[in-house]
């Protein structure tokens, strides 16, 4: 592939799609998890997070089965929900972490003054946990921005490549040579994004890895 083509061709809607799909899901979860009493609970919990045991790689053909069953393979779409999956463990325990941070006489109290559950969980609940929805937004992009074996896999049309794959492609000549020039370029270019997030989101990011970490 043209480098000129690689560049027109690049497209980050797989990781913005990962971490809107990761947060709306994890904060969900993790508030359900928090805050609600249902048989199972522990249990559930337990296998949610049970699930960052299992290797990536040992799962990759029962994945590509599932999506073309569902016609997903070779589209940004599944190739988000394979994303969603594996960061949902991470971020359900962040969060479920970061609301059991918060006093439930926050909630009471708004309950007294006529605000509705679902009002307190988006007025209130939402804005004291936004660390923990930052961090869990920090690593949903960075592990889809950087990821490369299940895009590798799961993805042949050359106008869905992600970053990591068209690197790949627009840096092997012939005969297996490599354009190191190009290599380390794009990594280069690929890298800003990650580091600009990274330092305007820093404060916050340490903050919700530590939200629940120490309960009194």
């Known amino acids: 592939m043209p480098i000129k083509q690689a560049k027109e061709d690049r497209q980050p809607s797989e990781a913005l799609g990962t971490v809107i799909g990761t947060i709306l899901l994890s904060t969900l979860a993790g508030y359900g998890f928090s805050r609600f009493q ?78 509705t559950p679902w009002n307190i969980f988006y007025r209130v609940m939402l804005s004291i946990v936004t660390p923990g929805i930052i961090t869990v937004s920090l690593f949903a992009f960075f592990n889809a921005w950087n990821e490369f074996l299940a895009a590798l896999i799961f993805m042949t049309d050359s106008s869905k490549f992600t970053i990591p794959v068209m690197l790949l492609t627009a840096a092997s000549g012939q005969y297996g040579s ?22 305007l989101l820093q404060r916050y990011y340490v903050s919700g890895l530590a939200a629940g970490a120490v309960k009194a």
């Open 38 to 115: 249902f048989p199972g609970k522990d249990i559930l919990f337990i296998a949610i997070l049970a699930t960052l045991m299992i290797p990536f790689q040992s799962i990759l053909i029962p994945l590509a089965l599932v999506l073309r069953t569902l016609h997903l393979q070779n589209t940004l779409f599944g190739l988000i929900l394979v994303y969603i999956t594996f960061q949902l463990p991470f971020g359900v325990f962040v969060m479920r972490n970061a609301f059991d941070s918060v006093p439930k006489e926050l909630e009471e109290a708004g309950l007294i003054d006529g605000c």
């Open 178 to 199: 490599i354009n190191w020039g190009v290599v380390q370029s794009g990594v280069t270019v690929s890298m800003l994004p990650c580091l600009i997030l990274f330092l």
